[in-house]
């Protein structure tokens, strides 16, 4: 039934399948059933816990706004490894983010499954289910997945998200 639909209209259908499927993810999967955040978009906060600061990155994420991420959720020594590549420092981390969203500019992420494999009073580990789509420069929809691992650190002014690694 989506496939029969204009480009644009399949797009706002996934779109819309993947937000509904993230936020009952989030009430069903989340330990606390918490799905709404107290502090507003834009405004600087430390994280109490890792289970708010990783469910604030899930939402935040979806913003393309690089400034927020670096604001609000990553440790000033976040890097990343994405498939065999690893970006380490904030500026190599900016160019890669913004690299991928001027090519999927609608592009929704969603982190599914949360597995928090160590949760400590300086660190956290979670390894989640991803799935992104968005529409490139050429009007195709593209759709992708795999794994992922977080590891945040609490360093006494909250948590931040230290690492990020994807496996296509």
Known sequence: ????????????????????????????????GKMEFATPIGSSMNYDCCYDAFDRYRELINLHDFDILQDQVFSVDFSCKFGPIRYRGLPNVREVFESAW??????????????????RSSVAVV???????????????????????????N??????????????
Request: aromatic fraction near 12%.
């Open 1 to 32: 039934m989506i496939a029969e639909l204009p480009t644009s209209s399949r797009l706002k259908a996934l779109r819309l399948a993947s937000r509904t499927l993230y936020f009952w993810t989030l009430k069903n999967a989340d330990p606390k």
């Open 102 to 119: 001027s090519k999927l500019q609608d592009e929704l992420y969603i982190m599914l499954n949360p597995r928090w494999r160590v949760v």
């Open 127 to 153: 390894e989640f289910d991803y799935h992104w789509s968005g529409t490139d420069r050429d009007g195709k929809i593209q759709t992708g997945g795999g794994q992922g691992l977080n590891v945040f650190e």
């Open 155 to 168: 360093r006494g002014s909250g948590v931040r998200l230290l690492f990020e690694k994807l496996v296509f």
